[in-house]
């Protein structure tokens, strides 16, 4: 097998996929032969969008360790903010859906001011001199992640177990996307890269195959 890049070629016996499932359904990634199984199961489990700020607090002292409350309950406009993780002295904030692509599409600022406005109408206007950004991720604008965290457009759950079939005992995928049950989730996505890992070393052994059905 030959995987081609614009650093040079690389030659191997087996590789294990683990792209996020919008660039393999854009053809970002080409496989020679065509796969449009691959494409047409990674089209069908696209990516969502949730964003995760990290914010330091003054005074953390004053709330419960691992302590967690919504910005706001009568809206789906919110934010989910988590306390004191493992009892550090920050806030790691959380934004998801239509709400996350409208902020990033202003930049990282954007959520820190959406969450100082949230927390200060919860605790007062003096709250907003505790807080200060540490940093965040945009995974939506990340070329090689184009969102977080799959889900399965309606009727084609079916689609995850045929992502993550092997391909002639020589392709292997891993990925949360290819979890059955653990979607959504890094563990998710762990232990289906145990697996394909498993399944390509099981191909490699001479009595081994992990052909696709």
């Given at each position: 097998?030959?995987?081609?890049?614009?650093?040079?070629?690389?030659?191997?016996?087996?590789?294990?996929?683990?792209?996020?499932?919008?660039?393999i359904?854009?053809?970002?990634?080409?496989?020679?032969?065509n796969?449009?199984?691959?494409?047409?199961?990674?089209?069908?489990?696209?990516l969502?969008?949730?964003?995760?700020?990290?914010?330091s607090?003054?005074?953390?002292?004053?709330?419960?360790?691992?302590?967690?409350l919504?910005?706001?309950?009568?809206?789906?406009?919110?934010?989910?903010?988590?306390?004191?993780?493992?009892?550090?002295?920050?806030?790691?904030?959380?934004?998801?859906?239509?709400?996350?692509?409208?902020l990033?599409?202003?930049?990282?600022?954007?959520?820190?001011?959406?969450?100082?406005?949230?927390?200060?109408?919860?605790?007062?206007?003096?709250?907003?001199?505790?807080?200060?950004p540490?940093?965040?991720h945009?995974?939506?604008?990340?070329?090689?992640?184009?969102?977080?965290?799959?889900?399965a457009?309606?009727?084609?759950?079916?689609?995850?177990?045929?992502?993550?079939?092997?391909?002639?005992?020589?392709l292997?995928?891993?990925?949360?996307?290819?979890?059955?049950?653990?979607?959504?989730?890094?563990?998710?996505?762990?232990?289906?890269?145990?697996?394909?890992?498993e399944?390509?070393?099981?191909?490699?052994?001479?009595?081994?195959?992990?052909?696709?059905?």
């Amino acid at each position: 097998m030959r995987i081609e890049t614009a650093d040079g070629t690389i030659n191997a016996n087996a590789a294990i996929v683990t792209l996020p499932t919008n660039l393999i359904a854009e053809g970002v990634i080409r496989f020679t032969p065509n796969l449009p199984g691959k494409i047409e199961a990674a089209g069908c489990l696209p990516l969502g969008l949730n964003e995760k700020m990290f914010m330091s607090l003054d005074g953390a002292e004053e709330f419960e360790a691992d302590s967690r409350l919504f910005g706001r309950t009568d809206r789906t406009a919110i934010g989910a903010y988590h306390f004191r993780p493992f009892g550090r002295p920050q806030i790691e904030a959380y934004f998801g859906g239509a709400l996350a692509r409208d902020l990033e599409a202003k930049g990282a600022a954007a959520f820190f001011d959406f969450a100082v406005a949230e927390l200060t109408n919860l605790f007062g206007g003096d709250f907003a001199r505790r807080v200060k950004p540490i940093g965040m991720h945009l995974w939506g604008g990340d070329p090689y992640a184009r969102g977080a965290y799959s889900h399965a457009l309606v009727g084609t759950a079916d689609s995850r177990s045929a992502l993550a079939a092997p391909v002639d005992g020589r392709l292997f995928f891993a990925g949360e996307a290819c979890s059955a049950n653990d979607y959504s989730t890094a563990h998710g996505a762990f232990l289906t890269g145990i697996a394909a890992a498993e399944q390509a070393i099981a191909a490699a052994s001479p009595s081994g195959s992990a052909a696709a059905p």
